[in-house]
């Protein structure tokens, strides 16, 4: 429990003043009272900048005033929280949460129960500024763009438009992700990214390149049907708090076991029936030593593997290699252990498989993925109820700013980068083709030449600092990075901070777009022109977000934008303004007041995002579902009475045809155990027919009411012919389908038919678009077909890794990628024995992301006041380091930090825990000064990635913050 503060009594004294020294072990929350938090808590901090933090009175409540309420949704994790906002007089007086929720249920977490504090302003950026000779100066809305348009204009005609990087965000909404990756299309590159880069991006490839989707196949809320739980790399009682509600019913009223395998024991692993500590980097052989013992004993679904897997049998021969003295030679997880482990998920089925960013960041981040969805595909555990593959996303809509392109690889609705996708979205946007293509590349460029940069993925954000330090020799691009465009993104979220720098200090102009200023406003090194434009938060404009179990729900504006604020998709027209390409932009949307209109866009998203199922989740239809949310049933999220009666919760996607028809989303995916009409499917048929003479479709298995009885491929317009059902079509159907096909009408696909008159077909027999397939357990078109450990690049083992080396080098993203060269050198300097510590670090339940907006609210900068590393308790005795002493924690190239250290029995020997949410110090010193005044985080702290190294996924180029190494000694 918290100690009751008194008013007033505290001593003042600087935040690195407040961890006093203890000689024993303690946990977090012994730790903050030690910190200064039952002394006072920040109202007696009196060095924040030289301002006292001054006692508020707040007026009382006027009850006879009009009141209104208005539901939005969290701005914080993906659980979808509703937060029901209290307005009077424009003012939002009163907060609670959402009690009809189908998914938050009346509850919040810390964060979630703060966010009215967001609107309040009082460390938010006011009005545009810009830096002068080292100092921050206001300058107008007008005098903004049309400078930051002057200097984008300068480089794109000198270096082009490849030479400026655009990074979005994960709180953006669906219509401004979409808007935003529109524009990067129209300003003419691929070099657009965000934050599920560094999070869940090799999660969608893993999935993806599996069964179909990149995507949580079940619900938060499903988990209450699970028979046993699987949580690997999670923390969800701090990360998704709302979350565990459901996974503690399964516990409760299921007696479900409860298995949770990390490095670190967590709050999570507090609940665990069965806590299994690894050594970070090696989930591959904890996952492979599980299923050794799954077909050792016989427990696998045999059935389900032949009628819906492909190539299992080439992974049973990898899985025999590692036997339980290889698997606990590599990780340190006994044999024994692991047959319980595979025990108790084999014989309390449905089981759950649960993962987050400490199995996806790494390395081999991919692979991972691929490993734990074979392990669900062997107890044939996807597409039932109670099973399945959930992936906690981070941000409040990183699903679904991935869905909707803010990605290097993509565009909306996963649809790739080829000719076929660009033209399918040229159609959609209602431009020609070859106007796209121009806008790539320099000048005296053939269309060729700017038709392969439109097709070649970007530079990704974990290493745009590279393309900024690159010369123009080792890039696969005209030129280096000379401008970034950053819109709700942290800087202190990239691994190889000192590298960032050097980037930093070779870019000609950086433009910062968010509520808080961000870590990049306050870093030693800064560009000559550097902007910062206020954006408003979520809770001042509408639109709609996707939680990680794929439901899309509206958001209300609740307030107005506060001081000079504005919101995502004003800013983007007002640039697009300036820089010529408005008009395209928005040529269907609806403007009013320099800001395209929010349901517009949405119906846009509807027409051109097929592939997904993008297209039934209407304004109309996502409002009525706010509105009616007391009629959701809390475990299937299906509507029981009312006007939405057999309806899911937000209409999770695939959302098939057009509103009008009434899809009532997909709830599980995969699921051949409903109707597609009422939430069914089947794997994807994404990867081909036949392979090596073996049939990658499905056998003997199908969705209910489905008319072909047997697998089948995604259906075109040749499938249709072969059927015989072409002649179902409408004549208007016809029509727009022999206008995109042209003259080869046969190749045209339901993906690309904007009538939605193949889909239409199929779906009226029972048929799933996309076709029925297997899922591969060998996916052919990855560096690892099947998935193989290899060991992380710092490894500490530098023994392990003549047997599981590094992925060779190779060249991607436009950059090289040096995994094996860098492993190799670091083997051949010592680093292990010179930098005996792993690093690993994840979330705390106070703080968010990056961190600014969360140390920017007083009540949650109340609650974790300092940054931390935890150490355990043999390795603090042998250093000499007492609980809240300053320690040094430097890595293996060339970062350095300086922080508290907790001393702690939650990490084992050799390993030290940091949380990500810190910035503000740099080499050990105060950067509060860089800050703009007045809106500096109430709570700084070094950062965790000041000391991270390389390391990347070659999939994703995710990086590797999990499992590298660092050296810790006292100050």
Same mark, same amino acid.
């Given at each position: ?23 024993a072990a ?7 009272q ?31 005033a009009?009141k ?19 307005v009077?007089n ?5 907060q ?53 348009g ?13 030479s400026?990087f ?8 669906n ?17 657009? =990214? ?19 989707y990149?995507a949580?196949?079940?619900s ?8 046993? &739980? ?13 979350a565990?509600q ?20 967590t ?15 090696? =989930?591959i ?6 299923l ?8 696998q679904d ?8 492909y ?18 030679r590599v ?8 047959? !319980? ?8 089925r ?13 390395s ?6 691929r ?25 409040c ?5 991935? =869905? ?10 996963y649809?790739?980068?080829?000719e ?7 159609r ?7 106007v796209?293509v121009?806008?790539f590349?320099l000048e005296g ?27 123009? !020799? ?22 190889r901070m000192?590298?960032? &720098? ?18 990049f ?11 910062? &434009?206020p ?48 008009d ?10 320099n ?15 097929i ?19 007391h ?12 006007p ?6 937000? &209409? ?7 509103? !009008? ?15 597609v009409?009422?939430?069914g ?59 995109i ?21 199929a ?12 899922? +591969?357990?060998?996916?052919w078109?990855?560096p ?17 890794a ?11 993203? +436009?950059?090289?990628?040096?995994n ?15 930098f ?9 339940v106070?703080?968010?992301?990056g ?46 930090s ?5 001393v702690?029995e ?5 390993v ?13 010193e =105060?950067?509060?000064?860089l ?29 590797e ?9 006292k100050?």
């Amino acid at each position: 429990m918290l100690t009751k503060r008194k008013p007033a009594t505290a001593q003042r004294r600087r935040l690195s003043d407040i961890a006093a020294p203890r000689e024993a072990a303690m946990d977090r929350r012994s730790f903050l009272q030690a910190s200064g938090l039952a002394a006072g808590g920040l109202a007696g901090l009196g060095a924040l900048s030289g301002r006292f933090v001054k006692p508020a009175e707040a007026a009382p409540l006027n009850h006879q005033a009009p009141k209104e309420l208005r539901k939005n949704i969290c701005t914080h994790c993906s659980v979808g929280c509703t937060v029901v906002a209290e307005v009077q007089n424009g003012v939002w007086v009163q907060q609670e949460p959402g009690w009809d929720s189908p998914i938050s249920q009346g509850t919040h977490c810390a964060k979630g129960a703060s966010v009215r504090e967001l609107t309040k302003g009082a460390r938010r950026v006011k009005y545009p500024l810009k830096l002068v000779d080292g100092e921050w100066q206001r300058v107008t809305w007008e005098q903004a763009i049309d400078e930051i348009g002057d200097h984008l204009l300068t480089i794109r005609n000198e270096q082009g438009p490849d030479s400026v990087f655009w990074l979005g965000s994960a709180k953006f909404s669906n219509e401004s992700a979409y808007l935003m990756r529109k524009f990067a299309a129209f300003w003419g590159t691929n070099n657009i =990214d965000h934050q599920a880069r560094i999070c869940h991006s090799t999660t969608v490839a893993g999935v993806a390149n599996t069964w179909g989707y990149g995507a949580m196949t079940n619900s938060y809320n499903d988990i209450q049907n699970a028979q046993a &739980l699987l949580i690997i790399g999670a923390n969800p009682a701090e990360a998704h708090p709302v979350a565990m509600q459901h996974m503690l019913r399964a516990k409760e009223h299921n007696r479900a076991p409860w298995i949770v395998i990390d490095p670190r024991f967590t709050r999570t692993a507090a609940h665990a029936t069965q806590f299994v500590r690894i050594r970070p980097g090696t =989930d591959i052989p904890v996952v492979w030593g599980i299923l050794w013992h799954i077909f050792d004993n016989g427990w696998q679904d045999d059935d389900y593997i032949a009628q819906r897997v492909y190539g299992m049998d080439e992974v049973r021969e990898e899985i025999a290699r590692w036997t339980p003295e290889e698997v606990e030679r590599v990780s340190g997880v006994p044999g024994a252990q692991l047959l !319980e482990v595979a025990r108790a998920i084999s014989q309390n089925r449905p089981s759950t498989l649960v993962w987050c960013m400490g199995t996806t960041q790494k390395s081999t981040g991919t692979a991972n993925v691929r490993a734990f969805s074979i392990l669900q595909l062997a107890l044939g555990n996807i597409g039932v109820a109670g099973g399945g593959a959930n992936i906690y996303r981070g941000h409040c809509n990183v699903q679904g700013a991935t =869905d909707m392109g803010l990605d290097v690889t993509s565009l909306p609705s996963y649809y790739g980068l080829d000719e076929g996708a660009w033209r399918h979205f040229a159609r959609v946007w209602d431009v020609d083709y070859e106007v796209l293509v121009n806008r790539f590349g320099l000048e005296g460029m053939t269309f060729n030449e700017r038709k392969a940069l439109m097709e070649a993925k970007g530079i990704p954000t974990t290493r745009w600092f590279d393309g900024a330090n690159a010369s123009r !020799e080792t890039l696969d691009q005209p030129n280096p990075i000379r401008g970034m465009f950053v819109m709700g993104h942290g800087g202190n979220t990239v691994t190889r901070m000192p590298e960032m &720098l050097e980037g930093l200090s070779n870019l000609d102009l950086m433009v910062v777009v968010d509520a808080h200023p961000t870590t990049f406003a306050a870093l030693p090194e800064r560009p000559r022109n550097f902007y910062i &434009l206020p954006a408003c938060t979520q809770f001042e404009q509408d639109g709609s977000r996707s939680c990680s179990n794929r439901s899309v729900q509206w958001g209300q504006k609740v307030v107005e934008p506060i001081f000079e604020s504005k919101n995502d998709r004003e800013i983007l027209y007002l640039l697009a303004q300036k820089l010529g390409f408005a008009d395209d932009l928005c040529k269907h949307i609806l403007v009013e007041d320099n800001v395209p209109l929010t349901e517009d866009i949405l119906r846009e998203i509807n027409r051109g995002c097929i592939s997904t199922g993008y297209t039934g989740q209407s304004p109309e239809r996502l409002k009525l579902h706010m509105r009616y949310q007391h009629t959701f049933d809390r475990i299937t999220m299906r509507a029981n009475e009312g006007p939405l009666e057999g309806e899911y919760y937000g &209409l999770p996607w695939p959302c098939w045809g057009y509103p !009008e028809w009434q899809h009532p989303g997909s709830p599980i995916l995969y699921d051949t155990s409903k109707h597609v009409m009422e939430g069914g499917g089947t794997f994807r048929a994404r990867f081909g027919v036949e392979r090596d003479g073996e049939t990658l479709l499905a056998e003997g298995s199908y969705s209910l009411g489905s008319e072909i009885e047997d697998g089948y491929p995604e259906f075109t317009m040749a499938v249709l012919r072969t059927l015989g059902w072409d002649s179902e079509l409408t004549p208007e159907e016809l029509r727009v389908i022999e206008r995109i096909g042209g003259d080869n009408v046969d190749s045209v696909s339901w993906a690309a038919d904007l009538s939605f008159g193949i889909m239409r077909v199929a779906l009226s027999h029972g048929c799933v678009p996309y076709g029925n397939a297997k899922a +591969r357990a060998v996916a052919w078109n990855l560096p690892d077909p099947v998935p193989i450990h290899r060991e992380p690049v710092y490894t500490p083992r530098p023994d392990l890794a003549a047997d599981y080396p590094a992925i060779p080098d190779r060249r991607d993203f +436009r950059l090289p990628l040096l995994n094996y060269s860098v492993q190799q050198a670091a083997i051949e300097a010592g680093i292990a024995r010179d930098f005996p510590f792993v690093y690993t670090s994840g979330r705390l339940v106070e703080y968010e992301g990056g961190g600014e907006e969360t140390r920017s609210n007083p009540w949650l900068a109340e609650l974790q006041q300092t940054m931390f590393c935890e150490i355990n308790v043999q390795d603090a005795e042998r250093l000499g380091i007492a609980n809240g002493e300053d320690v040094w924690l430097s890595g293996p190239e060339g970062g350095r930090s300086r922080m508290p250290a907790m001393v702690t029995e939650r990490v084992a020997p050799g390993v030290v825990f940091l949380p990500f949410h810190f910035s503000g110090h740099w080499n050990g010193e =105060d950067l509060r000064e860089l800050y703009p005044a007045g809106a500096d985080p109430i709570v700084l702290g070094a950062p965790a990635n000041a000391i991270t190294t390389y390391g990347y996924d070659p999939m994703t180029l995710m990086q590797e913050t999990k499992a590298t190494l660092c050296r810790v000694e006292k100050a």
